[in-house]
């Protein structure tokens, strides 16, 4: 298994252009989720996605959107890049089992800068 | 709402020294804890967990108990090493959710 796989690794992106973040997974998992990382604040959740056609927005959802066409892909879009999002992002994803903890699997990152 | 506070860095040791990392949390209810840690230039990894309070979870020499009295989950390794230089996170998921809220990080560095 390749586990959760993000392309691309690093994107330097002008103030309102648009891209695509992909995230891909081979585990069969039905949750998946984009999370950003800034420096002093942790991960903060942008969507988040139960099963495919399902999607829900998390803490931090503005200027993002996403789609959960397959179980296999969560692309995440940004619709005009800001600076305030230059961040690295991480697609995780897990199982969906009801009552359990869930152990959430993460991809290596997308390095992200917005000038 | 749902919050996690650990300490922060950077924590400086000399390899084979005692690891504490403090992590308190607040949220309803009684939520999973988690540690994950992300070595340099990779994503997260889950380094251990605990479900319900007095459990310990405990992987690769790492330790973590779950108190619900005092609200914690603090990280401790007896000994540790070069290798172990990385950011540690302290994470909770609430009952029945599956998204995670993130302490801020502490990064370790060991020095040999």
């Known amino acids: 298994n390749a586990g959760v796989t993000q392309t691309p690794k690093f994107q330097v992106l002008k103030t309102g252009q648009s891209m695509t973040l992909q995230c891909a997974q081979d585990?069969?998992?039905?949750?998946m989720s984009w999370y950003r990382q800034d420096p002093g604040m942790g991960l903060r959740l942008i969507h988040y996605?139960?099963?495919?056609?399902?999607?829900d927005q998390g803490e931090v959802p503005n200027g993002y959107n996403v789609s959960r066409s397959t179980t296999e892909d969560f692309p995440l879009r940004l619709l005009s890049a800001a600076p305030s999002q230059t961040s690295v992002y991480f697609c995780?994803?897990?199982?969906?089992?009801?009552?359990?903890?869930?152990?959430?699997?993460f991809g290596p990152g997308t390095r992200l800068t917005v000038t | 709402g749902d919050s996690v506070t650990q300490m922060e860095g950077p924590v400086t040791l000399s390899e084979e020294a005692f690891l504490t990392i403090n992590c308190t949390y607040t949220a309803t209810g009684y939520p999973s804890l988690f540690w994950y840690v992300q070595y340099p230039g990779e994503g997260l990894q889950l380094l251990l967990k605990?479900?319900?309070?007095?459990d310990k979870g405990s992987n690769k020499g790492f330790e973590a108990t779950y108190r619900k009295e005092t609200t914690s989950f603090h990280l401790e390794k007896g000994s540790v090493q070069v290798s172990d230089s990385a950011v540690y996170f302290c994470a909770l998921s609430a009952p029945g959710r599956r998204a995670l809220t993130f302490g801020s990080g502490t990064r370790l560095q060991v020095q040999p």
């Open positions: 605990a479900t319900k309070a007095d």
């Open positions: 996605s139960v099963g495919a056609g399902i999607t």
């Open positions: 995780a994803s897990s199982y969906s089992l009801a009552g359990s903890s869930y152990e959430q699997y």
């Open positions: 585990m069969n998992h039905e949750y």
